[in-house]
């Protein structure tokens, strides 16, 4: 039996949604069902398989600018650009850039819970296309 887009949207929600705040998830499954059904199932789709290939903790070790950022989320000033999940593949200690405040000058590299922010309302950027970490921050700077 050939899966439907809707079973394939099903099975990589399991993958995506401890990426995601419960507000931002289950505001993504009722828009699944309206108008543009087709584009929030397919969201769920790519971003599972984005997930599922990003490197994990020291995978981009040593790359400094040159690391490639896979997600990105954001709330109200603040943003935090993940490079790389948790080793055990999960959200309590990712790795990326965070800019908090919009406080450019004092922005820096480190681990981040993707847990903790989602916990507290952050947002994944639902139309960010991966990209390495220095034009993040030329366009920060632009």
């Known amino acids: 039996m050939k899966k439907t887009l809707a079973m394939l949207a099903a099975d990589a929600a399991q993958t995506i949604l401890p990426f995601f705040s419960a507000q931002q998830f289950a505001c993504m499954v009722e828009l699944s069902r309206g108008e ?3 584009f929030f199932l397919q969201k769920f789709i790519d971003l599972a398989e984005q997930i599922k290939t990003m490197p994990v903790t020291y995978g981009q070790d040593g790359m400094a600018d040159e690391a490639v950022v896979h997600l990105h989320y954001f709330m109200g000033g603040s943003h935090w650009y993940i490079t790389e999940k948790d080793i055990e593949g999960g959200v309590q200690q990712a790795y990326g850039y965070a800019v908090l405040n919009g406080d ?39």
Do not use: M
């Open 36 to 38: 543009e059904g087709e």
């Open 104 to 142: 450019d000058y004092c922005a820096e590299s480190g681990y981040i819970s993707i847990e903790e922010i989602t916990f507290y309302g952050a947002e994944l950027d639902l139309h960010f296309t991966p990209c390495r970490l220095l034009e993040i921050k030329a366009k920060r700077a632009a």
